[in-house]
Every structure is written in structure tokens, then in C-alpha cells.
């Protein structure tokens, strides 16, 4: 079979609402490839003054990432149209707790001030976090200090906290909003379909990425982004030398939401239990609790732990219920809400290392936790993804426009995307370094196997809350100022991208 040039001529196979996502598809998208846009912005140094083909960007995942890429795009003259698919049949509307910290939120501030702005309306307002003793009484207390970029160092809570679902809807309702377009810059979401095969340039007829997908759909697409989390079906299929990119922690964490209670305040609440078991509350503005249960690997429980993938959802809740059972504080009340949970979420706590984030040609790119997971302990995923996208977006509208510039103002026949994808990863690797760097020892260190070892752990996090509480915590303003100097170098390794062409 010849590679198809558009989506009208491929026989979709009927499919439960996937199948009317593809049929919409088609019938937006099929005149796209074969037309091109005419630009709209050239009296204010806009795109070539030619008729310009669109540049066709698949993006896989509609996380955090893979929306934010969409949004950056979309401001430039250049005109793009970007698909993002999601294997989810709806945009993601649950989820935890996340955190946006340092660069992220400077980048925000600098490209979407009006975002960025709706993003903290939108925050959980935890007031803080607590460790609690074996009694549920509060053993140290790290309240959150708002409106301090350094809040980190005196809480666990990030000045902005904001549940995973509501950032996702920000973010793909920003990206489909007219304000944020300059270029004609095309977005559409796919919902319930996933890539089945990858062709890459050198092996595909049309010198594109050639995609199928599991709904049957094929396309050829100038660049493919894989933004679809840490167990990436696009760097399964298309960096087959890093099949082992999972370096485990040796933990293992769920999510899922309980209904609020009186008693859970507005503080998270952690509750540590022997053999490295863990419950983390976290009462966010929706009227829930949103609850956490973590097991550290152990010879007692490894080989079923490791096996969790395979599981169903149900098996897993019964395999937690059995590890947590005898826990103790509020535990039954936590599996019983995790047994009457709908949005219940299980995976392994690990981090994603591979020696590179994209293929030689530039066409084929990782972005966010499908390249540089750094675990949810390290609290900057979310970070990372927001920066990738900044970078990657950045270079691949610097480049487009030099190369257009060489054309005299005319979109080339063939773009290079080998050198954006180079400078991409060049200048994103400093920040994947810090941001995969945790304490030594964790997450073991946080979540002792014996009651002794939990009691020494409540004693160092006590006199640790003392001291960032106390006056005393300026005598150690040099640990601030170290932290400080970290942050003011991620700042100054940060590019400045001009996305909006003046």
C-alpha cells in the first residue's frame, strides 16, 4: 500500500467515539495538507509573503508538556499545524497534586503573564505540611510562605500548587484560544488514539515521519514529539537503543481522591509506617482529599511490587490493601476511599536516562518525562516539561526563520530540523541534570523500614521545622543563599526566546 497523502483516503475502522474524533480529523484536517495558508501578519513582519505551506507537528500526550509546546508555537508567525493526541478519551480532569517552580514560573511570567495569573487563581491553597508521629500528632510543621520564590526551603508546599487536571485544562484552552495565535497556527486534539507504528524520514516514502496509528489513520508529519510520560510509547518505538530509559527508585506510589473530611484541615499530612510505608493527605479547593499511598521495595514484597504493570486496577487496590492494612492512624478510612475511587493511579517511582532526546534528523523528539522523568520526589517534573517546551519551541522557531530568511522570505521546499533539535538538548541537559538530582538516599531515606528509624526521622524533620521557623534560621541564611544562587543560575542558563516577531 502507497503512502497515503491524506486522511480521506485512508478506510478508518469504525471505533466507539474514536471513530468520530477520526472522522472530525479527517474533515479538518485533509484540505490542510494539500492547501496552504495564506499569512495574515506579513504587514507587521509576519511570515514569508508567499503562499507558505504549514509545517505538520504531531505531538504525542496531552499532559502538561505537549499543550504548552502547542501554546508556544502558536505564538509565532510561522504557521504550524499541530495535532496532539492522547490516548485518555478526555482531556485529563484528574489527577495530584503538581508543583511549578524557579524557570517555569519565569517563563510563564515573561510569555503569559494573563496564564500565569489564572494558574495561581486556580492553586489547592495547602496552607503547609506536616509530619505526623505514630499517633497522628503533628511532630513538624512547614507552613507555605506565599508570594516567595525560595519558598522551597522552608515547605514542602510550592508557593503555586495546582491539581495536574486543572493545569492540563489551562493550558489546551490557551492553546486553542485566539489571543495566543499569530500565524494561522492550526491546534487540534485527538482523543482516544494512540501511535501504533513510526516510519522514520530515511525508511519512509515521503521523507516525513510516517505515522499509523492504532485507529488505523496514517499521516506524514514534518516532526513528531513524543510528550506522553515516563513509559513513552514514541521512545519505545523510535529509540530502540534506550529500551532500559527506567531507573527505578525502588518505590512504588498511588494516587486517588477520597471525599474531604473536617479533620484533614488544610495542611497535607504525612504518616510513615514501618516497613517504608507511607500516607500523604493532601485536602485541596475542590472539596476532596487527595490521597497518596507509597510502599519502598523491600525482599518481602519486591517480586509482587515489580509486577504492578501487569496488574488490573482492581488487583492493584487489593494487592495495596493487603501491604497497608495493619498501617494504623486513618488507614482504613484511606482504603476504603481508595476502594470507591474512580481516578485511582498506580505506578513505579522512578527516573528516565538516555543519552539522547531526539533522532539525528531533528524529526523525531522527546519532551518532558518521555525524555527526562525526574521522579514525582523530586518535585520538578512539572518544571522541566514547562522549560523543555520553552527551549524546544524557542530553537525550532529560531531556526525556521533563519532558514526561511536564507530563502529570500520564502518557506523552504525542505526544512533542517537537525540543529534546533542539537541546541535543544545542549541547552536543556543543565537543567535535566539539576532536576534529576535528589537527596542521596531518597526516597528511602524519607520512608524508614522500622518504627526506630521513623521516630529518628521525626526528630531531624522537627528540628529542621524549629529552625526554619525560628530567628536562629539567619544564622544559616548561607543554605538560603546557596539555594538562592541555583535558582539565579537556572535564570541565567535560560535563553530568551522572541516567539511574538516585532
Known sequence: MSTPEIFSEIEVPQRPHSALLANNFTSQFSTATRSTFQPTLSQNGGPPSSSTTPIDILIVGAGVAGPFL?????????PFNITVLERAPDRISFGQQIDLRG??????????????????????????FNFLDQKGNVAATFPVQKDNVDSYLTSPTSDIEILRGNLVKLLIDASQSPKYKRGGTKVQYIYEDSVDKILEPSVSPSGKVHVTLASGIQKDYDIVVGADGMRSSIRRLAFKESQDALKSLGQYTSYFTIPYEPEDGTFASWFNAPLGRCILLRPDNAGCTRAYLSIMASDSNRKVLENYHSLSTAEQKKMLRALFEDSGWKTGRVLRGMQASNDFYMQEVAQVKIPTWSTSNGQIVLLGDAGYCPSPISGMGTTLAVVGAYILAGELVTSIRAQIANSQDKMPKKLDFSESARLYEIKMRPFVEKGQAIIPGAPAIANPMTSWGIEVLLRVVGVVSWLSRSRIAKLFSWVGSFFASKEKEWDDKLDRYEFVKR
Not at 502547542?70 to 510561522?78: A, F
Not at 524557570?103 to 503547609?128: H, M, N, P, R, W
Open 103 to 128: 524557570a517555569g514560573v519565569k517563563i510563564l511570567q515573561k510569555e503569559f503573564s494573563e496564564l500565569l495569573k489564572e494558574i495561581k487563581e486556580a492553586t489547592t491553597d495547602e496552607a503547609g
Open 70 to 78: 502547542s501554546l508556544l508555537l502558536s505564538q509565532s508567525e510561522i
